[in-house]
């Protein structure tokens, strides 16, 4: 089992940065990448991003790209997303999630995850 924490999350102007955090505990010596998730009110859970190992092998979608960067710190076991350039779409709350895997390349899909956290709030708005 592992247990997520999320924080980071607040309100920002458009243009602004934010950095989340997600803390990973539990059986943390097992092999498991991570992804983040947002929801926006009314709409679905968005994947997006997720990383294995560094950074070489993150994904992002295509309307973070350049703005957003997924890091990976296991000596802390926790998970970054630093978030620049924010703009009032990017406004949901944002979760991460593990998946339990030995695969080397991760996925953005939302099923396939096994742990989540309870999620932090981010507004951007002027």
């Known amino acids: 089992q592992l247990q997520l924490v999320e924080s980071g999350g607040g309100l920002v102007q458009p243009g602004g940065s934010l950095r989340l955090s997600c803390a990973v505990s539990?059986?943390?010596?097992?092999?498991?990448?991570i992804g983040w998730f947002r929801q926006a009110p009314g709409k679905g859970r968005e994947g997006v991003s997720c990383i294995v190992e560094t950074s070489v092998s993150a994904k992002y979608a295509d309307s973070v790209v350049g703005r957003f960067a997924i890091s990976r710190d296991d000596a802390k076991h926790t998970i970054y997303l630093q978030m620049n350039n924010l703009k009032p779409e990017d406004t949901a709350v944002y979760y991460c999630?593990?998946?339990?895997?030995?695969?080397?390349?991760?996925?953005?899909?939302?099923?396939?995850?096994?742990?989540w956290g309870q999620g932090t709030q981010v507004t951007v708005s002027s």
């Open positions: 999630a593990a998946r339990k895997t030995i695969q080397t390349e991760c996925v953005r899909l939302e099923s396939v995850y096994d742990f």
């Open positions: 539990g059986r943390t010596w097992d092999s498991y990448y």
